[in-house]
């Protein structure tokens, strides 16, 4: 009984962070996550993960050389798995593994210098990334952040992904008024009163409408911390 329960809250907390995007444009074509067990580029199934959960991650895709990259999560439930997929003329695609992480964590990805970098959520005192050249995955130099910093930007991560609902409500034909977080699920809701403020809750507000109205995620995480995170 012990187990089964463990493993559902495993599930839930996996399900909860990942990202509200189904499409994302490249310049080969629009690939697609919206069955959640396979990755296609438009009717071409180009990844797949055994019977594991598969998630766009973001809402664009990065251009490095002749290659469209996207970010992508997946997992059973007990372990959250991220991977780059790189799509080339013709639609060839080629993936790379950059790990598994325990359910929970959230991954950023941001052009820098040429290279692809993917900052992963706080673990303990050390926030992880790595760089992507459009051939290679190597790990970048980590940083030792203050406590309270980390625990801030890891607030601010969970805060974008309680947006998510706000998404969701405008895909499910919400008016889009008012205080949308009065009417979030309840694993939205209890987690953002537990971050009573770390938050500018005007800020949020006005966001989640935003999001709401577009059907999606806009601004990116960034611009989204420099606004509504305390």
Known sequence: ??????????????????????????????VSDEDRIELRLG??????????TIYLQGSSSYALQDRDVVLVSGGGGVSLRFALIAIGK???????????????????????????RVTFSAEGRKQGAVLFDGDKVRKASEKRAKPKTNAALEDCHWLYKYADSCVDAGEQGSA???????????WSSRGMAERQGSYKEAAFNQACRSF???????????????????
Do not use: W
Request: with cysteine; glycine share 10%.
């Open 1 to 30: 009984m012990k187990k089964t329960l463990l493993s559902l809250l495993l599930g839930l907390l996996a399900a909860c962070h990942q990202a509200g995007a189904e499409t994302i444009k490249t310049r080969y074509g629009v």
């Open 43 to 52: 009717k071409k199934t180009i990844y797949s993960d055994s019977d594991n």
């Open 90 to 116: 013709g639609g060839s695609v080629k993936k790379y593994d950059l790990g598994d992480f325990n359910p929970g964590t959230s991954a950023i990805a941001k052009l820098e210098n040429g290279q692809l």
């Open 176 to 186: 889009c008024q008012g205080k949308l977080s009065d009417d979030f699920p309840g």
């Open 212 to 230: 709401c109205q577009a059907k999606r995620k806009t601004p990116a995480f960034d611009a989204f911390a420099k606004r509504v995170c305390v």
